[in-house]
């Protein structure tokens, strides 16, 4: 399975930008489906958005549309989350998640994905 480790995660303000980062290896990278998930505590983990090998297709959770956008290099076997106006609702841990399906569009259920990385923490504050 593929290995996922994700970076970019801090602290900041509403209204302002963060960049997430998954950096992919041991797989065949160009043979996922990458996408994002998010966890704030107390609640389950959600669907966040989606992108397919060719950096063509992509898909977002509703709360994130238009605001957040994903990315792939598949060169560099990184996937990309640009965030813009953030808000307090966007406090969660992110996962990078990679699917064995390439059937799209992808599954929102999180158990659909055997390959998670360790999650980077993101904090809004008003």
């Known amino acids: 399975q593929v290995q996922l480790v994700e970076s970019g995660g801090g602290l900041v303000q509403v209204g302002n930008s963060l960049r997430l980062s998954c950096v992919a290896s041991?797989?065949?990278?160009?043979?996922?489906?990458m996408c994002w998930f998010r966890q704030a505590p107390g609640k389950e983990r959600e669907f966040v958005a989606a992108?397919?090998?060719?950096?063509?297709?992509?898909m977002y959770g509703d709360s994130v549309k238009g605001r957040f956008t994903i990315s792939r290099d598949n060169a560099k076997n990184t996937v990309s989350m640009q965030m813009n106006s953030l808000k307090p609702e966007d406090t969660a841990v992110y996962f990078c998640?990679?699917?064995?399906?390439?059937?799209?569009?992808?599954?929102?259920?999180?158990?659909?994905?055997?390959?998670w990385g360790q999650g980077t923490q993101v904090t809004v504050s008003s």
């Open positions: 998640a990679a699917s064995g399906s390439l059937r799209w569009p992808p599954s929102k259920n999180p158990a659909d994905f055997g390959s």
């Open positions: 041991g797989g065949a990278f160009s043979c996922y489906i």
């Open positions: 992108v397919y090998w060719n950096n063509i297709l992509r």
